[in-house]
T-cell receptor
Framework: LAKTTQPISMDSYEGQEVNITCSHN???????ITWYQQFPSQGPRFIIQ???TKVTNEVASLFIPADRKSSTLSLPRVSLSDTAVYYCLVGAFSGGYNKLIFGAGTRLAVHP | GAGVSQSPSNKVTEKGKDVELRCDPISGHTALYWYRQRLGQGLEFLIY????????KSGLPSDRFSAERTGESVSTLTIQRTQQEDSAVYLC????????????????FGPGTRLTVL
C-alpha cells in the first residue's frame, strides 16, 4: 500500500489560493489519487480524484506530475468555511474494492 | 436524497459493557465500510462488506469487535466488554459497488458515532 506524506498543518487567509502537496513515492500503476475533506464532527467528504495530469471541478484542482510521485491540491480563493482537515489518499485495490488508508491529514486554518 | 445515517450520534458507556452501533447506508450501495477515528488522528479501517459478506475484516482490533450486515442494507458494529481505549468516533461509509483495477468508487461517509467509555 502506497504511503502518503503531507504537511501536518497550514495557515492561510481569506481570498488566497492554497496549495497542499502530498508525496506518494511508492504509488502503484493502478492507484488513483484522491482527496477528502473533513470538517469537525463530520465524516470525510470526497473532493477530487485523479490519475495523471490535471483535474478540475467546482471545488478544487488536482495537479499530478508525470511520475505521479506527488500531487498538489489547489483551493482557489479560500474562505473561512474551507477550514478543515484535508486527506490525501492513494487508492489500494485489494480483492476488488477500495481500502482507503487515511493518514493524519493536513489541518488547514483560514483566517479573516 | 438521504445520505448515510448512523445511530446513536453519541454513546457513553461504562468499561466492560457491550455496545452496538448502527449504520444505514445509502439505498442501493452494495459496499459498506467501518472506520475508527481517535481524537486528532486519521481514520483507521476496520471492516468492509460487499453485500452481506465481509471479505476483509483485517482492521478489527481484537475479537471483542464484530460486525454484521443484513439485507444488503443496515450494518451493526458490536464492541463487547468495552475498554477505555475503545473511545473514538466510529464512522461508516458506503459506495455503489465493486471497483475494478482502473476505477474508483467514492465513499460516502455518515456523521459518525462518538463512543466514550468511562
Amino acid at each position: 500500500l502506497a504511503k502518503t506524506t503531507q504537511p501536518i498543518s497550514m495557515d492561510s487567509y481569506e481570498g488566497q489560493e492554497v496549495n497542499i502537496t502530498c508525496s506518494h513515492n511508492n504509488i502503484a500503476t493502478n492507484d488513483y489519487i484522491t482527496w477528502y475533506q473533513q470538517f469537525p464532527s463530520q465524516g470525510p467528504r470526497f473532493i477530487i480524484q485523479g490519475y495523471k495530469t490535471k483535474v478540475t471541478n467546482e471545488v478544487a484542482s488536482l495537479f499530478i506530475p508525470a511520475d505521479r510521485k506527488s500531487s498538489t491540491l489547489s483551493l482557489p480563493r479560500v474562505s473561512l468555511s474551507d477550514t478543515a482537515v484535508y486527506y490525501c489518499l492513494v487508492g489500494a485495490f485489494s480483492g476488488g474494492y477500495n481500502k482507503l488508508i487515511f493518514g493524519a491529514g493536513t489541518r488547514l486554518a483560514v483566517h479573516p | 436524497g438521504a445520505g448515510v445515517s448512523q445511530s446513536p450520534s453519541n454513546k457513553v458507556t461504562e468499561k466492560g459493557k457491550d455496545v452496538e452501533l448502527r449504520c444505514d447506508p445509502i439505498s442501493g450501495h452494495t459496499a459498506l465500510y467501518w472506520y475508527r477515528q481517535r481524537l486528532g488522528q486519521g481514520l483507521e479501517f476496520l471492516i468492509y462488506f460487499q453485500g452481506n459478506s465481509a471479505p476483509d475484516k483485517s482492521g478489527l482490533p481484537s475479537d471483542r469487535f464484530s460486525a454484521e450486515r443484513t439485507g444488503e442494507s443496515v450494518s451493526t458494529l458490536t464492541i463487547q466488554r468495552t475498554q477505555q481505549e475503545d473511545s473514538a468516533v466510529y464512522l461508516c461509509a458506503s459506495s455503489p459497488g465493486l471497483a475494478d483495477a482502473f476505477s474508483y468508487n467514492e465513499q460516502f461517509f455518515g456523521p459518525g458515532t462518538r463512543l466514550t467509555v468511562l
